[in-house]
């Protein structure tokens, strides 16, 4: 197949000025055996005829897919495009966190500066949208915050992006931290309050949910609460949280992260919390196995995130979403196509569904937003993780062989 090209063979163009008519040719959405043609106006797929000047991009036969979506990562934290970074040991969130601070002030690079090398990778691997967690503590003040502001605005042409204010060194626990989380809401910066295993780290259940929600409710922001807590400690947080969700209606705007104590409850006690979770539209995100079949059963939001990319915490991460779905198969055991298309769906529709997004499904009024990728179907694409040769979004492409289309940033200038 040749590389899809523009009809006047610019190769490193955006498709078209906004709100031009394209239409992509021979693609195979959802790796379907039939190629189509498929017209994109204003950012939005339509069943209307193609005007006779719409532009052309030919797919090759290509498998169009939607762009995924990261429900969690860490972009300030990264070390991504510089240097090798040796890491010690370490124990536990305290020592972890520590080492953060310390990679933060080794670093000759600025956060605005590493976080745009990975956001913008990002993108040139098909993702669409991410909620990034940006640290708040008086180590940083408010300087992670505000660099991935500074990318989310570089990049606002090819990626949405949710801010979290993250108190990654405990809430409570570190003085300042609490008056740091109202600074950044009141600056309009971010988009949810973040919080941190209120019990086993931070040991203050109540002051930390009581503050956090205090906040969230104050500002109109959600909340994404990082609980790695097991056992006892972790059922007791996700009860807390459900309580204060109802309490203060907030329905919709609460998320938990990792969640790892869902795997330690029985099938009476996990099929009771899952049907909280679903009455209240409190969404969960991944970056490891769950009890998937349960929570979808009871129409919980699931995301999944590749979390740290390179830096303290873990020497791996790519910010790949297909990477993490092809991981995904291969910790859950995916076997069949159908349990392999699912994990990519996993990245793309649940994940536009935690961040509020509408899904890609190629229908009249969907979003354009894909990628055309070599490949026989998707469950292939999932095992084999061929990197995009087309990254689209809202008919634009926003980047092309592993490279950022920097003439779609010029035309939205």
């Known amino acids: ?12 163009a955006a498709a078209a000025a906004p ?24 950012g939005r797929f339509t069943a209307d005829p193609a005007p006779a000047d719409a532009r052309i991009v030919d797919g090759g036969g290509r498998v169009m897919l939607p762009t995924l979506v990261n429900a969690h990562i860490h972009p300030d934290k990264t ?24 990679l933060f002030r080794s670093q000759d690079r600025t956060v605005a500066e590493r976080a745009h090398g990975l956001m913008s990778h990002a993108v040139t691997r098909g993702t669409r949208a991410m ?21 989310r605005q570089q990049l606002r042409h090819a990626l949405d992006v949710e801010i979290v204010a ?24 971010i988009d949810l309050i973040g919080g941190i295993d209120p019990i086993d780290f931070d040991h203050a259940l109540d002051d930390q949910l009581d503050l956090l929600f205090d906040l969230a409710d104050l500002h109109g922001l959600g909340i994404d609460i990082h609980l790695h807590d097991r056992g006892a400690a972790g059922t007791e947080t996700l009860r807390a949280v459900i309580d204060r969700t109802r309490a203060l209606s907030l ?16 099938e009476r006690e996990l099929d009771a919390i899952a049907a909280e979770l679903s009455g209240l539209d409190i969404a969960l995100t991944t970056v490891a196995p769950s009890p998937s079949r349960v929570l979808r059963e009871h129409g919980v939001r699931v995301g999944l995130g590749t979390d740290g990319v390179r830096d303290a915490w873990s020497p791996f991460g790519n910010a790949d979403m297909l990477h993490r779905a092809h991981q995904l198969g291969r ?17 793309a529709h649940d994940g536009s569904d935690v961040l509020g997004l509408p899904r890609v499904d190629f229908t009249p009024g969907s979003p354009a937003d894909f990628v055309l ?14 990197p995009p040769d087309l990254v689209v979004r809202g008919g634009r492409i926003v980047a092309r062989d592993g490279e950022p289309a920097d003439a779609t940033a010029e035309a939205l200038r």
């Open 331 to 347: 910790v859950t055991g995916a076997r069949t196509d159908d349990e392999l298309e699912r994990c990519y769906l996993v990245g």
């Open 79 to 102: 070390t991504w495009g510089g240097p090798w970074v040796s890491r010690r040991p370490a124990e536990g969130i305290a020592d972890y966190s520590e080492q953060d601070a310390e």
């Open 373 to 386: 990728a070599r490949g026989e179907c998707l469950p292939q694409i999932v095992v084999d993780t061929p």
């Open 251 to 266: 329905q919709g705007k609460v998320t938990i992260s990792h969640v790892f104590c869902l795997v330690d409850l029985d």
């Open 166 to 189: 993250f108190p990654q060194h405990g809430v409570i626990r570190t003085p300042g931290t609490a008056e740091l989380l109202d600074e950044a809401a009141r600056t309009g910066t």
């Open 19 to 42: 709100g031009h008519p394209t239409v992509f040719r021979n693609v195979r959405p959802f790796g379907a055996e039939a190629p189509v043609d498929l017209t994109v106006v204003d």
């Open 1 to 12: 197949m040749l590389p899809p090209r523009y009809d006047d063979g610019r190769p490193n």
């Open 131 to 151: 909620r990034a967690h940006a640290d708040v503590a008086p180590a940083y003040d408010l300087a992670c915050v505000e660099g991935v502001a500074a990318v």
